[in-house]
C-alpha cells in the first residue's frame, strides 16, 4: 500500500485527488495540507508516508518554500509536485531543488497514478516534457533564462520580491534575517542584470513565473 499527502490550497482539488486515488486498490491518502507550513507539518507527524502530492502555488509558504524543508526533514519522502503552471516554467527547478517528479495539473490523471508508483519505489518520474526540457539544458549549459541559473534561495526570494513582498515579509517566511534578504536580493539583481523590484515583477510576469 502506497501512503499519500496531498497538498493544495484549493479543498475541491484535494477532494478530488482524495477520491480518484481510492479507487485505486494500491493507494490510500493519511494526510492532507493546504499550505507549504501545513506540508511541513504533515511530513513530521506522518512516519508513515511515502509520496507527497504538492501543489506550487498557495497562500503564506507556498510549496516552493516548503520542498526543501520537507526535503531536509523526510529526505526518504517521495514529492511529486502538482502545479498548476507549465512544465517549463518550474519543473527543472524543482526538480534540483529535490522534487522527485513534475507534472502541470492538465495532465491525463493515469499519469499521476503512473508518476506516484515510480516515486514510491525510490525512483524519480521523469515525463516526456520534462526529460526534452533537461535534454535542453544539457545541450546548453550556459544559455537558458536569467533566473534558471539562480540558487534556491536566491529563487524563492526573487519570487517573493516579485509579487511585491517587503524583506521584513521574506525574513520572517524563509526564517532568514533582513539583512540575508538583503544580500540575496543584491546577488540575484545582479544575476539577473536587473536594477529594481519593479523589475522583478516584470520579469516574473513576462516568464509566467507568477500570476
Given amino acids: 500500500m502506497i501512503n499519500i499527502g496531498i497538498v493544495d490550497d484549493h479543498a475541491i482539488v484535494r477532494t478530488g485527488l482524495k477520491q480518484y486515488f481510492s479507487e485505486q486498490v494500491d493507494l490510500r491518502v493519511v494526510g492532507e495540507a493546504a499550505s507549504g507550513r501545513e506540508a511541513i507539518d504533515l511530513v513530521r507527524t506522518t512516519p508513515d508516508l511515502d509520496v507527497l502530492v504538492l501543489d506550487l502555488s498557495m497562500p503564506g509558504q507556498s510549496g516552493i518554500d516548503a520542498l526543501g524543508m520537507i526535503r531536509a526533514k523526510a529526505p526518504d519522502v517521495g514529492i511529486l509536485v502538482l502545479s498548476g503552471y507549465p512544465e517549463e516554467h518550474y519543473a527543472v527547478s524543482m526538480i534540483r531543488q529535490g522534487a522527485s ?13 503512473s508518476a506516484i508508483r515510480t ?4 525512483r524519480r518520474y521523469i515525463s516526456p516534457a520534462v526529460a526534452q526540457l533537461l535534454a535542453q539544458q544539457l545541450d546548453h549549459k550556459e544559455g537558458g533564462a536569467p533566473h534558471e541559473h539562480l ?15 517587503t524583506a521584513g515579509d521574506i525574513a520572517k517566511a524563509l526564517s532568514l534575517s533582513v539583512k540575508t534578504v538583503s544580500t540575496y536580493r543584491t546577488r540575484l539583481m545582479e544575476k539577473m542584470s536587473l536594477a529594481s523590484n519593479s523589475d522583478l515583477t516584470y520579469y516574473a510576469l513576462k516568464h509566467k513565473l507568477i500570476d
Fill in 151 to 165: 540558487s534556491e534561495r536566491e529563487f524563492q526570494v526573487f519570487l517573493k520580491l516579485a509579487k511585491g513582498e
Fill in 119 to 122: 516515486i514510491a519505489m525510490g
Fill in 101 to 113: 517528479g513534475y507534472l502541470n495539473k492538465e495532465c491525463d490523471p493515469t499519469e499521476i497514478l
